[in-house]
């Protein structure tokens, strides 16, 4: 088995003659910076529902984009026909947006960039057999199961990929990357007298298949399984405005959507976000330092190098509630005469680049949490949080709650059903009270941006916001 | 298009005696605008095509995709769909659709005029979008985006139980996002407008409607929290069809996952409730005349005057059934198997409008938009909590705006607590159609 070796694994996506023949090709008409992207993608799933295994799916996607930057216009095309032909075709069409820009030939010569694995995988996963794969999702079936006669449904997803990566620009940059991510989820439906409720858990890290030396489905499931038996005699939520405790890694979510977009520099540039010229101000509690960082090894949003070819980088966006810096990509930070802070992504080679996170974190606090919680009179404590979403232009943000409790005189006391949580980003940043000493990695997510899905993670230590407001019915 | 259900054909020649093979490709184009400060900001010209592969022998189904419709790609995707069977577990039920006598509605979802329409008008129209929107009035600063998008989208399903099904569907839309301001403040709205050909757009209309909607929230504050009644712009209604769609596909009424699953017959919503899903109607911008299977799509009414009538089917799900397929076997692209789920639903119209809905409700709140749908909404429990924006009602009109808040109730609940359904029936960018709806008893959570 081989270590990170991108030579075990086939030569380079494109030869350096195509690449700069394609580059020529994008910058005849004129454009001040031309750029291909190339991406080999294979997937394969499997998946296990009613307690069937129903199919398992293998998928390869291949293919360039390529684009061109002429004044304040970018031009973009691409193509699953790699030969020199289709690429040519493909420049022409995204030098077609080039409409006047004179004409020009420019040589681009290209440096080669050594090529650095962001993450170690062990075992390849289109190298373990498909038995073993299907195998782990009918563990995770008994297990969830066998947690008690009103688990009524069980689903179990596995997944990996393999994506490489190339990317060459007539700035002369030339980069090539691979990630590997395997994960693993399972989802399940109790059923009582108060109806149906639901439970979920998931593990997704960028390894191969070794992800299963440290997680055992039969745990992941049974974790799924005692979510939805819980909910069973959840009451409604609350609603109104009230203190929330998020627990342990649980919290990334909270900071994605109350700030983390708001910070991305396409939406501040059109002055839509609430966090537009506020660099150098205070805009959190003194205790949030807010991190985005793409090199975390085996973590869902980590990469070798952003999908602009610049290696993945750590970058302070908030440091003791200061806002310290945006997130850019290649153009927005051209445009300020600035490096790039690494967050140029994009969902795949049939998809233009823009600024997005990577691994959003909040740096450990010092409190004990079991401190926090017991000097939080009445509130709500959300252990599991689900999805978000924010507006940037008002910053006002939800999340959901997957599994969470009333606090009542500091204790944890009784299980909540569903709901969404509300605030205002920059409201929430200053409410936060009490920061925990008990990091942890969230669970890994899909950030949705303009029709673009990317993988991401994030991580926060315990922390408690002085108010919002939860989305129940109860009074 | 011959070419490509050639191409399928030529793979689906690649099947074994023992086999089921259905074999789906597909070529789409899409073109996208957005314009920014005057200037193309981007201009994106996407071709892509590909093959999804789907293989049952004994009971056993496995499935194969590829991006690219290169010979030997696809001979590799066939022998990967073969070998992904091998895995599956054995169930009698499994199969690809069989043809049942159905012809597809004859319906001309393919408008020649969208190929016709030259590139530099596409970007003329969406630099136009945003120069009415930052007109419209003079509190708008920006916008957020401005953009024009279209595509065509050619198919071809063929199969070895005699399947053989090709179409082309072309489609258009504008949108725009814009930021509103006064007193320090930002707020934003959006606009659309979608059609067949770029004909069909309206772009004053798209944005006229978002320079309302930004301008009109402008100065809201966070309400208190209280039961009242709302009332649910199309927009928002479209939405909540989304959801309450999903509860009634045969695949989650099988596998114990709709809350309606033992409710066939049941009155489950007032009598002027009536659910349809008809992707045959031609002013659907999700209409379609074959489904993710090659059976022809139909009128399928899901809840007829209050009442449960039907769950909706693709093959499998149907033979599990013992009913037959109403042929609703959804694919999201050629990268996965056929679901079972609504394509283009809607409710029966009333006939008020919507001042005339407000003008009936003392106290209550417009939504005008809602967000979190798919992190406060729970489509197995029923629990339904998002968040949302919009303006109070008093004593019959609207009245001042509120944002930061959430409205929350159950599924099961908001359908018996509807009140009155709307005649503004509007066609969206999504797979349900909007009409303003008036739901009681609804808690407005907020300070």
Known sequence: ?475 | MAELVDIAERVLGLARDNEQVEIYAVHDRETEVRAYGGEVESFSSAESQGVGVRVVVGGRQGFAWAGTLDADVLAETMADARDNAQFGTVDEHAGIAEPDGVEPALLELFDAALLDFATDKKIDLAIELERLTLAADSRIIGIESAEYVDTVHEYAIVSTAGIRRTGRETGCFVSVYTLAEENGETQNGFGWSVGRAPAELDIERCARESAERATRLLGAKKPSTERLTVVLTPWVTAQFLGILGSTLSGESVLKGRSLFADRLGDLVAPEFFTLVDDPTWRDSYTATTVDGEGLATRRNVLIGDGRIERFLHNAYTARRTGTRSTGSAVRGGFKSTPGVGPMSLQLVPGTATQPELVAGIDHGLLVQDVSGLHSGVNPVSGDFSTGAEGLMIRGGALAEPVRELTIASTIQKMLLDVVAIGGDVEWLPMSAAGVSMVVADITMSGA
């Open chain 1, 1 to 475: 088995m081989t270590t990170g070796d991108r030579s075990s694994h086939g030569a380079t996506l494109l030869d350096e003659s195509v690449i700069r023949s394609t580059l020529d090709a994008a910058l005849r008409r004129g454009g001040s910076f031309a750029e291909i992207f190339v991406e080999d993608r294979r997937s394969s799933s499997a998946y296990l529902d009613d307690g069937k295994v129903e199919e398992l799916t293998s998928g390869h996607d291949r293919g360039a984009g390529v684009r061109v930057v002429v004044g304040e216009t970018t031009g973009f095309a691409h193509t699953a026909d790699l030969s020199p032909e289709g690429l040519s075709a493909a420049a022409d069409a995204a030098a077609a947006a080039a409409r006047g820009g004179g004409g020009g030939v420019r040589a681009v010569a290209l440096t080669r960039r050594p090529t650095h694995n962001a993450s170690t995988v062990r075992i390849f996963p289109s190298e373990v057999a498909k038995a073993r794969k299907v195998e782990l999702l009918q563990r995770a079936d008994h297990a969830a199961r066998a947690s008690g006669p009103a688990i009524r449904q069980v689903a179990a997803n596995y997944g990996d990929s393999r994506r490489r990566i190339l990317v060459a620009n007539s700035d002369g940059l030339l980069a090539e990357d691979q990630v590997v991510r395997t994960m693993f989820s399972v989802s399940v439906v109790a059923s009582g007298d108060t109806g149906m409720q639901t439970g979920r858990e998931s593990a997704g890290h960028t390894v191969g298949f070794e992800l299963f030396d440290t997680y055992q489905v039969e745990q992941l499931a049974t974790h799924a399984a005692e979510r939805a038996l819980t909910k069973l005699r959840a009451r409604p939520a609350p609603s109104g405005s009230m203190p929330v405790v998020v627990g342990p890694g649980g919290g990334g979510v909270l900071f994605h959507e109350a700030c983390g977009h708001g910070l991305e520099a396409d939406l501040i540039a059109k002055s839509a976000s609430v966090f537009a010229g506020r660099r150098g101000e205070m805009v959190a509690s003194p205790l949030v330092t807010l991190i985005d960082d793409g090199t975390m090894a085996g973590e869902w949003g980590c990469f070798g190098i952003d999908d602009e070819g610049h290696p993945a980088a750590r970058n302070v966006l908030i440091q003791d509630g200061v806002l310290t810096d945006y997130m850019w990509d290649h153009l927005r930070a051209r445009k300020e005469g600035r490096p790039t802070s690494s967050n140029g992504r994009r969902q795949s080679y049939q998809h233009l680049p823009m600024v997005r996170m990577s691994n959003t974190v909040i740096a450990n606090g010092a409190e004990d949490p079991a401190d926090i919680i017991a000097s939080t009179s009445w509130g709500v404590y959300v252990a599991q949080l689900g999805g978000g979403q924010v507006n940037t232009a008002t910053g006002d943000f939800v999340f959901g709650m997957l599994e969470a409790y009333l606090i009542e005189d500091g204790k944890i006391t009784e299980p909540l059903r569903e709901g969404n949580l509300i605030g205002n980003g920059p409201q929430v940043l200053g409410d936060i009270d009490a920061l925990g000493n008990d990091f942890a990695m969230g669970h890994p997510g899909t950030c949705g941006k303009d029709g673009q899905g990317v993988p991401v993670g994030d991580g926060t230590p315990t922390l408690r916001v002085t108010a919002m407001t939860i989305g129940g019915t109860a009074a």
